[in-house]
């Protein structure tokens, strides 16, 4: 059964950063490319961030870009989102998700989000 | 950026309706459309992909169509269960994007 469990959510000033966590299970992790998507309290979903199977591409939303970096760790089956300089707007549930895709000759081409954890909450406020 | 625009943003329908989502794309992004349901508290729930191959384990009361800019997602007849808010996705392109919800309520 494939399993993705986020942890590190918590409350943060300002300024602030927090580094997320989203561990995999009952899937070869190594062949997925994987996401972050957020939601903020009451509003819709948003994608944040993706990273490639072998971490060859990585791509953000402009509203992170510069302050998330994506990673993962394939031997730890670990996928990471180090949040800096964290803002109010940044408040949300973030979900680790599961990208079908595959990249190839330079791109990624995404084609659903199968699998997602069940969240951690981060919140932003002084 | 690709924007997707859903309508209605709110839907009150009954037990037994057929209910109708359209989702707009902004620019042509084919057939790379997915659909999502979403249950308060829950994260959400992949319902549809390719615009309209539906998910194994998904009930067939659920289909997507369209291509282009212009997508659907019908719901033949409401069950109890089906009252969540639904998303579509883009994935076109980078960046991913996600319309602004449709919640389904009970009428």
């Known amino acids: 059964e494939v399993q993705l469990v986020e942890s590190g959510g918590g409350l943060v000033k300002p300024g602030g950063s927090l580094r997320l966590s989203c561990a995999a299970s009952?899937?070869?992790?190594?062949?997925?490319?994987m996401n972050w998507v957020r939601q903020a309290p009451g509003k819709g979903l948003e994608w944040v961030s993706s990273i490639s199977s072998s971490s060859s591409y990585i791509y953000y939303a402009d509203s992170v870009k510069g302050r998330f970096t994506i990673s993962r760790d394939n031997a730890k089956n670990s996928l990471y989102l180090q949040m800096n300089s964290l803002r109010a707007e940044d408040t949300a549930v973030y979900y680790c998700?599961?990208?079908?895709?595959?990249?190839?000759?330079?791109?990624?081409?995404?084609?659903?989000?199968?699998?997602w954890g069940q969240g951690t909450l981060v919140t932003v406020s002084s | 950026d690709i924007q997707l625009t859903q309508s209605p943003s709110f839907l009150s329908a009954s037990v037994g309706d057929r209910v109708t989502i359209t989702c707009r794309a902004s620019?042509?992004?084919?057939?790379?459309l997915a659909w999502y349901q979403q249950k308060p508290g829950k994260a959400p729930k992949l319902l549809i992909y390719?615009?309209?191959t539906l998910q194994s384990g998904v009930p067939s009361r659920f289909s997507g169509s369209g291509s282009g800019t212009e997508f659907t997602l019908t719901i033949s007849s409401l069950q109890p269960e089906d009252f969540a808010t639904y998303y579509c996705q883009q994935l076109n392109s980078y960046p991913i994007t996600f319309g602004q919800g449709t919640r389904l309520e009970i009428k």
């Open positions: 998700a599961r990208d079908s895709g595959y990249c190839s000759g330079g791109s990624c081409y995404p084609q659903y989000f199968q699998h």
């Open positions: 620019q042509g992004i084919s057939s790379y």
């Open positions: 390719a615009a309209s």
């Open positions: 009952g899937f070869t992790f190594s062949s997925y490319s």
